[in-house]
């Protein structure tokens, strides 16, 4: 079992999906010499070449409108958007062509369409290179949302994403990027919808994607100090989403909470509120509490920063509020 | 290659020019019919016809070889016949019925026929030309030597993705032809409010991209000229932009009162800017001629609204298909 960072499965999934399949290749800004802004598609010149490994000019509009027009011819292009914030500058193309032409077309056409993203506050890179914007995608009928969490998941659903014949946006967290894990020698591919309960517990259900996993996974540790046992689920796609799994969980525990790093407001966290209180309420001993950014932009100084996104600390005292109303 | 060269300066062979001519009135008579059901109640939605432009799309779609794709905008209905969809399928789709193009998921400004390569109508201004720059990407990576053809108008020269587009289809000599319909109007506003030159051709001269210029009326010229750009763009020598000098004959939109277009500038464009009345002058159509074309193709339009009104109407619920692959 070799071990790979979140930054080397991407990078291990692309080459090999590269390797086994002439129509799949890359697109992006500064991905080939320079291997990329946060260097996931670091060595894929050297192996794949210049038509594959495709530089392109600062044209996110074109990045993703070529990436259509290709996929819709049978290719299986992976476009990289260097920032999720630079999606605002594609959305037409994502939300009104790659999510739409199968449908405004009766069924006859797909569009296979990756676009990598990644992003995340934690290192002041200010307000527009921070913003955690996966929400935005699940509300377009037609579009697929995937934000992986580890990198066994980033193998297995990247993997997943490139061969889904719908657009499917990828999403990766710059704070995950070192995190390392073993992961098996062959790429084992992880349906999309799917959940993953990342850890067992009885009193309440976290439900988290990303980088929130991780400070869950700490509250959840820090909460069997205080005798509350936490499961956590990651939803690992947005959309499709696998209810039945957070349900069947909320079931057993009666108590949850959503935690993401996007803003609180409107946010993922939201719908799977929703969710729960449909399909659950019968079976819940507390309000649903939501953790996510508080409602500004991403300020620059890292005191600032670290106040507006939230951490392991805000996930445990929701745990507790969970607790404590239900005590 | 002089051989070629020889042929193209040639004119159209008489059979040609008159089967040029048919399928514009095909089209005109088709937009009229359009015009007529729009107001007699029975056509939903926004309705753009392409009246005064039929030259544009006959030239360019005849140009077009076997394999070769295009997107168009939201005034649509003109290159989907020209490129050989049939009245019924575009007249069925209108009507919103299964028998539809696009099986009544789309309407007049969603087209689709991938068996002709037409890859869809938009109805975002310039929402279609990066998926050009895209399909002519994957021809030139998989090596074949196929030409991807996007249409707009000049309005959408102002918009990004047409400059992104270009730029990226010339940076990589991708094998497309960006075919700029000059109407002169975008929307009601005129190229004085928002074009600050007069020759389009210099923003694609600016990306460093082959340019030609046609007179959009002159149905013969249109198809030369475009052969010309096709055979560029397919013999590997990057893309090519075809600014096409035309006139609407009409509104923007089925129902537009015009108000902002200058009195009697219809009526004088239609006497001296009609791409029929050219190419009926140049084949010098008898009566006869003329009447037969009428009638065959006044009967492939009226065929297609009983077409289209025996259609079958989708069962509401059919909208939740085709969300996903």
């Known amino acids: 079992m070799p071990e790979l ?43 794949f070449g210049p038509e594959r490994v495709r530089n392109t000019p600062i044209s996110e509009m074109a990045i993703v409108g070529a990436g259509i027009g290709a996929a819709m011819q049978g290719m299986r292009p992976v476009v990289e958007i260097m ?17 739409k032409h199968r449908y405004m077309s009766g069924g006859q056409l797909k569009v296979p369409l990756t676009i990598r993203t990644q992003g995340g506050a934690g290192w002041s890179p200010g307000a527009q290179h921070a913003q955690q914007v996966e929400a935005w995608f699940v509300h377009v009928p037609g579009l697929k949302v995937v934000f992986a969490s580890t990198p066994t998941d980033v193998r297995g659903l990247l993997w997943s994403s490139i061969y889904d014949d719908n657009t499917v946006l990828f999403f990766e967290h710059r704070i995950l990027y070192g995190i390392k894990e073993e992961v098996p020698d062959e790429i084992e591919p992880i349906p999309l919808g799917k959940a993953r309960i990342q850890r067992e517990g009885e009193d309440v259900t976290v439900v988290a994607t990303g980088r ?11 909460a069997e100090q205080e005798g509350i046992s936490v499961e956590v689920v990651d939803p690992r796609t947005l959309q499709p989403l696998d209810e039945d799994t957070i349900v069947r969980s909320v079931q057993k525990t009666s108590r949850c909470v959503v935690a993401h790093e996007a803003v609180t407001r409107m946010g993922f966290g939201a719908e799977v509120a929703a969710v729960v209180q449909h399909r659950a309420f019968d079976w819940l001993d507390a309000p649903v509490e939501r953790v996510g950014a508080r409602f500004a932009p991403i300020p620059f100084a890292p005191v600032m920063e670290q106040f507006v996104v939230p951490h392991a600390a805000d996930v445990l005292q929701a745990i507790r509020r969970t607790v404590g109303r239900s005590a | 290659m002089a051989k070629v060269e020889s042929r193209r300066n040639a004119g159209l062979s008489r059979e040609r020019l008159r089967a040029f001519y048919r399928e514009m009135l095909l089209i005109r008579r088709f937009e009229e019919k359009v015009e007529e059901r729009f107001r007699a109640g029975e056509l939903s939605g926004f309705l753009h016809v392409a009246i005064g432009q039929e030259a544009v799309a006959v030239g360019v779609c ?13 005034r649509a209905h003109a290159h989907a016949l020209a490129r050989g969809m049939h009245p019924n399928a575009l007249m069925a789709e209108l009507y919103g019925k299964l028998e539809g193009c696009s099986r009544g998921y789309g309407g007049s400004m969603h087209l689709y026929d991938v068996g002709i390569g037409f890859l869809g109508a ?21 090596g074949e030597p196929r030409v991807a053809v996007a249409f707009f108008g000049d309005g959408a020269t102002n918009i990004g993705t047409f400059h992104e ?25 005129p190229a004085s409010q928002q074009l600050p030159i007069g020759d389009l051709s210099k923003r694609a001269v600016a990306f460093g991209m082959r340019s030609l210029t046609v007179d ?110």
């Not at chain 2, 005849?62 to 939201?74: E, I």
């Not at chain 2, 109805?123 to 895209?134: C, E, K, M, Q």
């Open chain 1, 5 to 47: 960072s979140y930054r080397e499965a991407v990078r291990d999934t692309l080459s090999r999906a590269m390797r086994q399949d002439a129509d799949v290749f890359l697109m992006g800004e500064d991905i080939a010499e320079m291997g990329g802004s946060m260097a996931v598609t670091q060595g894929l010149l050297a192996e």
């Open chain 1, 83 to 99: 920032y999720e914030d630079f999606t605002t500058l594609a959305m037409e193309q994502i939300v009104n062509q790659a999510a």
């Open chain 1, 212 to 222: 929130l996993v991780h400070e869950s996974l700490k509250a959840a540790a820090e």
């Open chain 2, 62 to 74: 005849q140009a077009m070889a076997d394999g070769d794709v295009f997107a168009s905008t939201h």
């Open chain 2, 122 to 142: 938009n109805a975002v201004v310039g929402g279609g030309l990066p998926a050009i720059a895209g399909a002519a990407l994957a021809f030139k990576l998989r």
């Open chain 2, 165 to 189: 587009s270009l730029n990226l289809a010339q940076l990589w000599r991708l094998p497309a032809v960006f075919v700029c319909e000059n109407n002169h109007y975008a929307e009601s506003t």
């Open chain 2, 216 to 325: 959009g009326q002159d149905v013969e010229a249109v198809y030369r000229a475009a052969g010309r750009a096709l055979e560029h763009a397919r013999s590997g020598k990057g893309p090519v932009f075809l600014l096409a000098e035309t006139y609407r004959l009409v509104g923007h939109y089925v129902g537009d009162p015009q108000v902002y277009r200058p009195k009697g500038e219809v009526q004088a464009l239609r006497e001296t800017q009609d791409p029929l009345d050219r190419a009926a002058e140049r084949l010098a159509l008898s009566e006869e001629e003329r009447a037969a074309i009428e009638r065959e193709v006044e009967e492939l339009v009226e065929g297609s609204v009983a077409f289209a009104k025996a259609g079958t109407d989708p069962r509401p619920e059919d909208a939740l298909e085709n969300v996903y692959a």
